[in-house]
């Protein structure tokens, strides 16, 4: 009879955990990625650890929402982030300057923000409870803005480490389902 107590007070306390979650029962290493921006305005980008946190990444790409949406419609996107400064004191996603290229053609440089702006809140309360999808969002305001409408697409990635000047952020698609594919590749060159 002793013997199956240990069992059942196991048991008892695999019922209280079940009961009320307080963490995710199966944690996934992956990481939240967002890329929003006006149609007729420049495409940001915030990496998250969980949708629900804030994001430890955020910069502004060198170039516009539509020219991005016609480079996802080819089916496969390369985004590299290369940052060119020499110092290792900071970790790689602490850079500030960063160099991008999109499919192997450099578009410009970008300066990661510190503070995020009002829209880029405004993105990350609205997809707060968002861990896939793509759409538009309402404006923040009522007014209409010039920029046109406020387009989003939100993934999981997985995040692979290569160095502590190499990471890789690749798109998980649900269920293996066919669709464009996305990388984002974070360099410090030497």
């Known amino acids: ?6 069992m059942l007070t196991s048991g008892c306390k695999m ?15 992956a990481t939240t990625g967002t890329l929003f921006g006006y149609r007729k305005g420049r495409v ?8 629900h946190c804030m994001p430890i990444f955020v910069i502004e790409l060198p170039m516009h929402s539509s020219a991005f949406q016609k480079e996802m419609a080819s089916d496969m996107v390369r985004i590299a982030l290369e940052s060119e400064t ?5 970790k790689l996603l602490e850079e500030f300057v960063w ?9 410009g440089y970008s300066i990661r923000r510190k503070q995020m702006s009002e829209d880029e809140l405004y993105v ?5 409870g968002v861990s896939m999808s793509a759409g538009v969002l309402p404006n923040p305001s009522d007014k209409e803005t010039a920029d046109g409408e406020l387009t989003y697409m939100r993934a999981r990635f997985e995040r692979v480490v290569g160095s502590k000047d190499s990471e890789a952020l ?4 649900p269920d293996g389902a ?10 410090r060159a030497h």
């Open 86 to 90: 020499k110092t290792h004191k900071k």
């Open 15 to 29: 019922v209280a955990l079940l009961g009320k979650p307080r963490k995710p029962l199966l944690k996934d290493n």
């Open 178 to 187: 066919a669709g464009p594919e996305l990388s984002i590749f974070f360099v």
């Open 170 to 173: 690749y798109m998980i698609n």
């Open 99 to 107: 160099a991008v290229y999109c499919n192997g053609r450099k578009t």
């Open 44 to 51: 940001s980008l915030a990496i998250q650890e969980d949708p």
């Open 1 to 6: 009879m002793f013997k199956i107590f240990p």
């Open 124 to 128: 990350m309360q609205q997809l707060r």
